[in-house]
T-cell receptor, first 117, second 113 residues
Framework: GAGVSQSPRYKVAKRGQDVALRCDPISGHVSLFWYQQALGQGPEFLTYFQNEAQLDKSGLPSDRFFAERPEGSVSTLKIQRTQQEDSAVYLC???????????????FGPGTRLTVL | AQSVTQLDSHVSVSEGTPVLLRCNYSSSYSPSLFWYVQHPNKGLQLLLKYTSAATLVKGINGFEAEFKKSETSFHLTKPSAHMSDAAEYFCVVSDFGNEKLTFGTGTRLTIIP
C-alpha cells in the first residue's frame, strides 16, 4: 500500500516568500507529525495532530510557521516570510494511534527539502 | 525533558565485522526507545523499538539493541556488517504515553569493503 507522501520534494524560495508544504498520511492514520531536519542534524519535532485537532505545537520555531489538517487527513505546513534559517528538510510522519501511544509506530515520508536563498 | 546522546557521529567498520552504535538517553518517565535508519534520499525507517517488554530487542536486517536502565543506554549492534548497512542511524526516545519523538544527532555508518 501507499506510504506517507509529501510534495513538493524540493522547494527553492527567495527570502521573504511564503511556502506551503503538503503531507498525505497513510489512509486511516489518526496521528500526524511534522519534524524539521537541519543539515547534519536529527529531526526535531514541530507539531502534532490527532485527527483535525492540533494537540501540540510547542516545536514551531516562530509565529511564521503554521500547520493545519482541516479534515483530519491531508496536512499543510505553511511558512510565511521565509528566512535563510528555515532551510531544512521538513518531514511528515503518521501513525495509527491505538491504545498506548508508546506502541504506535510512526511512518515517515521522504521529506521536502526547502532551500531559502 | 527527554533527550538522547549518540556518542559517535561517525563509525567505520569493515564488511563482515561487528557493528556497535552507542546511545545514552535521559527521560523523566518510563521511556520508549527506538532506532531509525535513514538511507540517502529515502525516508526514515524503524529498525527496532523498546517499550518496556524484553530488554533485548531484535529488529530488522539482523540488528538488535539492549535496554540497560542502570546505564541509561540503548546501544545498537549487529554481528556482521553488510555493505547495504551504510546509512545514518538515529537513536530516538519518547516518554511513556507520549507519541512525540526526540531524536539524537545521528551516527553515520560507513562500511569498508
Amino acid at each position: 500500500g501507499a506510504g506517507v507522501s509529501q510534495s513538493p520534494r524540493y522547494k527553492v524560495a527567495k527570502r521573504g516568500q511564503d511556502v506551503a508544504l503538503r503531507c498525505d498520511p497513510i489512509s486511516g492514520h489518526v496521528s500526524l507529525f511534522w519534524y524539521q531536519q537541519a543539515l547534519g542534524q536529527g529531526p526535531e519535532f514541530l507539531t502534532y495532530f490527532q485527527n483535525e485537532a492540533q494537540l501540540d505545537k510547542s516545536g514551531l520555531p516562530s509565529d511564521r510557521f503554521f500547520a493545519e489538517r482541516p479534515e483530519g487527513s491531508v496536512s499543510t505546513l505553511k511558512i510565511q516570510r521565509t528566512q535563510q534559517e528555515d532551510s531544512a528538510v521538513y518531514l511528515c510522519a503518521s501513525s495509527l494511534n491505538f491504545g498506548d501511544p508508546s506502541y504506535n509506530e510512526q511512518f515517515f515520508g521522504p521529506g521536502t527539502r526547502l532551500t531559502v536563498l | 525533558a527527554q533527550s538522547v546522546t549518540q556518542l559517535d557521529s561517525h563509525v567505520s567498520v569493515s564488511e563482515g565485522t561487528p557493528v556497535l552504535l552507542r546511545c545514552n538517553y535521559s527521560s523523566s518517565y518510563s521511556p520508549s526507545l527506538f532506532w531509525y535508519v535513514q538511507h540517502p534520499n529515502k525516508g526514515l525507517q524503524l529498525l527496532l523499538k523498546y517499550t518496556s517488554a524484553a530488554t533485548l530487542v531484535k529488529g530488522i536486517n539482523g540488528f538488535e539493541a539492549e535496554f540497560k536502565k542502570s546505564e541509561t543506554s540503548f546501544h545498537l549492534t549487529k554481528p556482521s556488517a553488510h555493505m547495504s548497512d551504510a546509512a545514518e542511524y538515529f537513536c530516538v526516545v519518547s516518554d511513556f504515553g507520549n507519541e512525540k519523538l526526540t531524536f539524537g544527532t545521528g551516527t553515520r555508518l560507513t562500511i569498508i569493503p
